[in-house]
């Protein structure tokens, strides 16, 4: 239960073959950028092998409430580069005289399809039936994706320009040219972020201390034991009820927790939207400096590094002292800026070794990053049945279910090689 489901949120019709919206064909080159793919098979493995089981280690089991582990990572980098691909999408729609407003509409959609997919199929209270409405847990992975696409995508296609200027190495402003290109929607997710910090930490919660960010239960010695999450679960249990929200959080194990909690609640989804947003600006970098690879590799060097000092920053390089600490729970802005860190600078290794210097395929990762949503669907469906599960004679041991999980996972990149050399890419 702790392990997180995750989606592709670029949506399309399905078909046999099926327009890449994520990246770009460079004029120097004319070959697409399969770095992108990459990362989000890459992600996506890592996904399908955690949510099997991970062999039951614990590093591959989400943390009980601050820190890190394996598990943790997955879910932010889909989002990160579910920005990239908007970036990259609607700048090709725009420059193609598609209308705002059409898009507009197709963004709109897009989201709703994801949400109405992520409450009523893929969601844990179809298991008490069709009719169990009073427990229908309402936020969600897919939920959260619906509405992190919704705002990134309206803002980039409200304030972006088709075109600033030439990209001329000598114009004054080529250095932040990137930057240049988004700043009004920067404006808007610098307030957003404003507006969560200072509902964090300034709304007054009944029994809580102000600004508390701890887990409840048992942890700071019991003093707060119905203050799970502080402000961010107390705002899902008032807005959204304690029945339509996750009811066993991965802190309970350890702090013995009495509430609910969500991990995908409301305040938690603004931290989203920026994580997404700077998923967006590499795809900004990718787009403005394509004939340019070692202005797009020194950026995401420069947005890791700036990125890693804020996180040591609000960490003060430490896991619970820290003005905030990475916590995915809370999707903190700690817990963002440090996955977006490492989010740059993989996909800058990606982008060197696979586009630029041609060094690996992207295999096999590549292949179920073409198709995700169908890999996602296809590992959920058929989980329980073999060759992904099967009756272990000793379910005690680490080595059977590493094996199982595997197998499991390894079955699905072969389904997937199988569809990419079938030019099969299907797309909700």
């Known amino acids: 239960m702790e392990a ?8 399309g019709s399905p ?72 970036s990259l999408s609607l700048s090709g729609s725009l420059a193609r005289g598609l209308r705002r407003s059409r898009l507009l509409m197709r963004i709109f959609w897009r989201s ?13 209270s179809y298991c008490n039936g069709p009719l169990s409405w009073d427990t229908l847990r309402i936020p969600g992975v897919l939920q959260r994706l619906a509405f992190t696409y919704l705002v990134v995508a309206m803002l980039d296609v409200v304030t972006s320009r088709i075109q600033l200027g030439g990209s001329s190495t000598h114009a004054r402003w ?28 300034l709304l007054t919660v009944p029994t809580c201390p102000r600004g508390y960010l701890g887990p ?14 502080g402000a ?29 909690y969500d991990p995908e609640g409301v305040l938690g989804s603004i931290n989203s939207i920026l994580m997404a947003f700077l998923g967006l600006q590499a795809g900004k970098i990718l787009q403005l400096y394509r004939d340019h690879p070692r202005q797009i590799m020194t950026r995401f060097l420069i947005w890791s590094f700036v990125l890693g000092i804020i996180s040591a920053i609000l960490t003060k390089c430490s896991r619970d002292h820290g003005f905030i600490p990475v916590n995915k729970n809370l999707w903190s802005l700690s817990y963002v800026t440090t996955l977006s860190c490492f989010a740059f600078l993989l996909l800058m290794l990606c982008y060197y070794t696979v586009d630029v210097r041609r060094w690996w395929s992207g295999a096999p990762f590549f292949y179920p990053g073409m198709n995700s949503i169908l890999v996602y669907v296809g590992h959920e469906v058929f989980e329980g049945y073999f ?18 999980n595997l197998l499991a996972t390894c079955v699905w990149v072969l389904i997937s090689y199988i569809l990419y050399r079938k030019k099969i890419f299907w797309k909700i």
Request: glycine fraction near 8%.
């Open 4 to 11: 997180e489901r995750l989606i592709n949120s670029d949506l």
């Open 15 to 86: 078909s046999r073959i099926v327009e890449s919206t994520e990246s770009i064909t460079p004029p120097t080159t004319g070959r697409r950028l399969r770095s992108l793919d990459t990362f989000r098979g890459f992600a996506l493995v890592i996904m399908v092998f955690v949510n099997y089981g991970g062999g039951r280690y614990w590093f591959f089991r989400h943390e009980s409430w601050n820190g890190l582990t394996v598990a943790d990572l997955v879910f932010p980098w889909f989002v990160f580069i579910m920005g990239t691909s908007v």
């Open 112 to 124: 709703l399809l994801l949400f109405i997919i992520g409450v009523f199929i893929i969601n844990p």
């Open 174 to 201: 080529f250095p932040i040219h990137d930057l240049l290109l988004c700043w009004p929607a920067w404006v808007c997710v610098l307030m957003l972020e404003t507006l969560s910090l200072c509902v964090t930490f």
């Open 216 to 229: 409840g239960g048992l942890g700071d010695f019991g003093l707060y034991p119905n203050c799970t999450g």
């Open 232 to 260: 961010a679960g107390y705002i899902d249990r008032w807005l959204l009820g304690e029945n339509h929200i996750y009811q066993t959080p991965s802190s309970r194990v350890v702090y013995q927790t009495t509430v609910p």
């Open 387 to 404: 060759p992904f599960r099967w009756k272990m004679w000793n379910s005690q041991s680490h080595a059977e279910h590493l094996t199982q």
